[in-house]
């Protein structure tokens, strides 16, 4: 079972470039997301998607965009990386059928911009 | 806004029973999770709780108060690989749980021996 896998693990950009976190879940669960986690800070939402073709934006889309073409997958883009989206970044999804429901989570992918 | 608190750090020694609590104010109100979180790891599920009271697990316990906007999570006979983060995250409403759950900033708990 390889649940919800995440590449890469670690990146380091320079200020401007773009680049692809690839998330993808092979437990055909309707429900993905993104969130960042910052130093001392909670896990914040980026960016989620209730099904393929689906996106809404989170508590902190801006500079970030998604897309759903299949269920399994759900990539997260950086358009033009700055140093404040220095983060690990964590893909999370579930089946959704109530709020008790499991959230996978993958292990995370820390990217530095300098 | 949304706020969640927990404070951000606690110590026990090994063997103890320790408590973090969680205060929300929200718009909405859906159910609470507890998380761990080991340092360079991935949140792990702990509990769910949206009824008021006590649900038990083993050696974790949380424990929810609605009208008080107030939870906590008990551990008991604690281990060295308790050492972690607790997260505390509130679903705001009956929507989809990942558009609508907030995390407080977490309690990162040292375990001596």
């Known amino acids: 079972n390889a649940g919800v896998t995440q590449t890469p693990k670690f990146q380091v950009l320079k200020t401007g470039q773009s680049m692809t976190l690839q998330c993808a879940q092979d437990m055909n669960h309707e429900y993905m997301s993104w969130y960042r986690q910052d130093p001392g800070m909670g896990l914040r939402l980026i960016h989620y998607s209730v099904g393929a073709g689906i996106t809404d934006q989170g508590e902190v889309p801006n500079g970030y965009n998604v897309s759903r073409s299949t269920t399994e997958d759900f990539p997260l883009r950086l358009l033009s990386a700055a140093p404040s989206q220095t983060s690990v970044y964590f893909c999370a999804s579930t089946q959704d059928r109530g709020p008790g429901n499991t959230i996978y989570f993958g292990e995370g992918s820390w990217l530095t911009v300098v | ?113």
């Open chain 2, 1 to 113: 806004g949304q706020n969640i608190d927990q404070p951000t750090e606690m110590t026990a020694t090994e063997g103890a029973i320790v408590q973090i609590n969680c205060t929300y104010q929200t718009s909405g109100f859906n159910g609470l999770f507890w998380y761990q979180q080991h340092a360079g790891e991935a949140p792990t599920f702990l509990s769910y709780n949206v009824l008021d009271g006590l649900e038990e697990k083993g050696r974790f316990s949380s424990f929810l108060s609605r009208s008080k906007g107030y939870s906590y999570l008990l551990l008991k006979e604690l281990q060295m690989k308790d050492s972690a983060s607790y997260l505390c995250a509130v679903i705001l409403d009956r929507g989809s749980t990942l558009g609508r759950l907030y995390f407080g900033r977490g309690t990162q708990l040292t375990v001596w021996p």
